[in-house]
């Protein structure tokens, strides 16, 4: 039996650009177990409510993570809508779903292009953030922004897409399906990806509802879940099913997710096609009082705003738990017995987004 | 500046970053603006570094980490703080465990503003820091031989055996990039 090391992983490495901190406990070149340190990144934003009113609040709350920044404000604003019973209008709910799908669309990629940056195929890793761009074009077109834009509101949203606008989107998404589709070639066909996911990293099905993963994550272990399917917003109008694999492994979700930037295209082209005349904002009148759930998909998974209200334009208290969060567990349950070499795969396959974690 | 003199090498450290401003970073290098047909690199490696880019504010548990990246890159060397957060804190400003801008604990040479910053902004930072880069480079003989005398008068006041310490790479201990199994390209 061979003698325990234990390797320190991070916080600065050059896996993620986020620092989390593993230490690894390693006999030979496999991993026996992976005891995972985060705080690097607190901020500790939460306790912000009470010094920003909630009208102010949204562009902190959009600040708990640069990718998935729309659905996390959107989140913030469902729920302090649900506490004080504003109707959104129907246009506004349109447009938001437009523009989460969106960021869906963007925080895929930049995913894909990760993992290759990890399995170390750096041209496949290019590719997928160069078509990236053209997402990140559509942002700063319709918002201004390129990652934090601002734009959900409570209410409504801030800005309109006109009806060229919203024919250009689909214009570009429709352009990008070709390019798209090549780069799916290379990570599901590719011999030497296959070599680094097929296989790696498995969590059973019944591992996946035990350890409570969510997202990708768990639809790759064959885990119906999908927040969208209650269909808020206006993802009830909308014709989808969600995207499930059977495996487990890394290219089970490496799949997920590739499948779910087609689905998304298909959603925000049928959006677009749908998506009626109207207002885009109500007016917010009167204090949030009260108590509300909001539940959102975020690219990453399920997410929960929770928001209470005392009558005054301070909430009481506003908790927000993130998808990462809910993930770790069943990375660490998947890095036991891994092959060092294997590390960075497993960490990325989570999609790990520690600055949600950790707010 | 029409010529580009130097090829720096950067590395990154997220502070309390929300990610936006990390991700504009990595957009630099890649195809849309590709800074690394100037020869610009990505490096995991502190000890590889030239310029090293912070992104977000520190706090309490990341103080050791910025302070040794900084201390293990040779001289000369540039700080660049990326985004508002990481010039003062920004938005997160007030929160409990926000300690404020990245000058609270190394030296910074340029300042980037922006939430998120842009990749241009960005881009023209790290071009300011090579300017400053340069300057440094200048100094740094004269900085070197004004650190040897010291360092031998105090040992012949000490009445101890001279011994004159190379000034650069303080820190003994790697934060770690070393082991992640894949090192650098
Ligand atoms: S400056 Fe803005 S975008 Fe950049 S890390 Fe801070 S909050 Fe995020």
């Known amino acids: 039996m061979s003698k325990r090391t234990i390797i320190p992983f991070g916080p600065q490495h050059p896996v993620l650009p986020e620092p989390v901190h593993l230490d690894l406990v390693i006999e030979d070149e496999r991993v026996v177990e992976a005891i995972p340190s985060i705080g690097y990144i607190h901020r500790g934003l939460e306790k912000l409510v009470e010094k920003r009113e909630y009208t102010e609040m949204v562009y902190v709350i959009e600040r708990v993570c640069g990718i998935c920044s729309f659905g996390h404000g959107w989140g913030y604003c469902k729920s302090v809508e649900g506490n004080m019973e504003i109707v959104v209008p129907e246009r506004a709910e349109y447009l938001r779903c437009i523009w989460h799908e969106l960021s869906r669309i963007h925080s895929h990629l930049l995913w894909l292009g990760l993992l290759a940056d990890g399995f170390g195929f750096e041209s496949l890793f290019m590719h997928s953030w160069r078509i990236r761009e053209s997402i990140l074009d559509i942002f700063e077109k319709t918002t201004g922004g390129r990652v934090i834009f601002s734009v959900c509101k409570l209410g409504g949203v801030r800005k309109d897409i006109s009806a060229e606008g919203l024919a250009e989107i689909a214009g570009i998404l429709e352009g990008i399906k070709g390019e798209l589709t090549e780069l799916t070639e290379v990570f599901l066909e590719d011999y030497s990806v296959k070599n680094r996911l097929v296989g790696v990293g498995k969590l059973s099905y019944s591992d996946a509802v035990e350890l409570c993963t969510v997202g990708p994550m768990a639809r790759a272990s064959g885990v119906v879940q999908d927040i969208r399917l209650d269909g808020h917003g206006a993802y009830g109008k909308l014709d989808f099913a969600p995207v499930t694999e059977e495996a487990g492994d890394c290219y089970a979700r490496c799949k997920v997710r590739i499948r779910e930037v087609f689905q998304s295209i298909a959603m925000i082209t049928q959006a677009i096609a749908q998506i009626p005349e109207g207002d885009i904002a109500v007016p917010v009148k009167g204090m949030p009082q009260g108590e509300f759930v909001a539940r959102m998909e975020q690219p990453r998974g399920e997410a929960y705003y929770y928001s209470i209200g005392n009558g005054s334009k301070f909430l009481q208290r506003m908790r927000v738990r993130t998808p990462t969060n809910m993930n770790i567990p069943a990375m660490v349950k998947t890095l036991q017995g891994c092959d060092l070499a294997d590390v960075p795969m497993l960490i990325l396959t989570i999609d790990p987004c520690i600055s949600c974690t950790e707010r | ?185």
């Open chain 2, 1 to 185: 500046m029409s010529y580009v003199t130097k090829s720096p090498w950067v590395i990154h450290y997220d502070g309390s970053s929300c990610n936006g401003c990390d991700i504009e970073v990595l957009a630099c290098l890649t195809p849309m603006y590709d800074v690394e047909r100037f020869g610009i690199i990505n490096t995991g490696n502190p000890k590889h570094a030239d310029i090293f880019l912070v992104t977000g504010s520190v706090n309490e548990q990341n103080i050791p980490v910025i302070k040794q990246i900084y201390e293990q890159m040779p001289r000369p060397k540039v700080v660049v703080a990326i985004g508002i957060c990481a010039t003062s804190g920004g938005i997160f400003k007030e929160c409990y465990n926000i300690m404020g801008g990245v000058d609270t604990v190394i030296p910074v040479d340029v300042y980037v503003p922006g939430c998120a910053a842009r990749p241009e902004a960005i881009i023209d930072g790290v071009v300011k820091g090579l300017g400053v880069l340069a300057e440094k480079r200048a100094k740094l003989p004269a900085e070197i031989a004004e650190e040897k005398r010291q360092a031998s008068e105090d040992a012949f006041g000490a009445g101890a055996a001279a011994e004159t310490s190379a000034p650069e790479t303080s820190g003994p201990e790697t934060s770690g990039p070393e082991t992640s199994g894949k090192e650098e390209d």
